[in-house]
């Protein structure tokens, strides 16, 4: 399955990492992963700028996983709406997302 990860970016200077534990677990559960914390962070682009590319990221997935912080970040909040809109699966545990097989998509 592919799977995006949303949660809070904007304030958490540990983002990066949250984000790539659940990387790491849900790759080990046999899913492909599309993780906004993989951007850059520059002063030319505006958070509205960012999630326009997380909104496209997000679109390619069938599924999306919320992190615990998500109701903390006004862009998860908008994220998991995104999901609801593309009738997406919605997991708000990591425990939650089931294996996956050696095919992902």
């Known amino acids: 399955m592919k799977i995006y990860i949303a949660g809070k970016i904007t304030g958490d200077k540990h983002y990066k990492r949250k984000f790539r534990k659940a990387e790491r677990i849900l790759k080990r559960k046999g899913h492909s992963v599309m ?30 996983l919320l992190l615990p912080d998500w109701r ?26 089931p294996k996956g097989g050696k095919k992902n998509g």
């Open 35 to 64: 993780s906004p914390a993989v951007m850059n962070d520059y002063p030319e682009f505006k958070w509205f700028d960012y999630m326009q590319v997380c909104y496209s990221m997000q679109k390619i997935c069938s599924a999306t």
């Open 72 to 97: 903390d970040s006004i862009g998860a909040m908008k994220e998991y709406e995104h999901a609801k809109k593309l009738s997406q699966a919605i997991f708000f545990d990591i425990k939650d997302v």
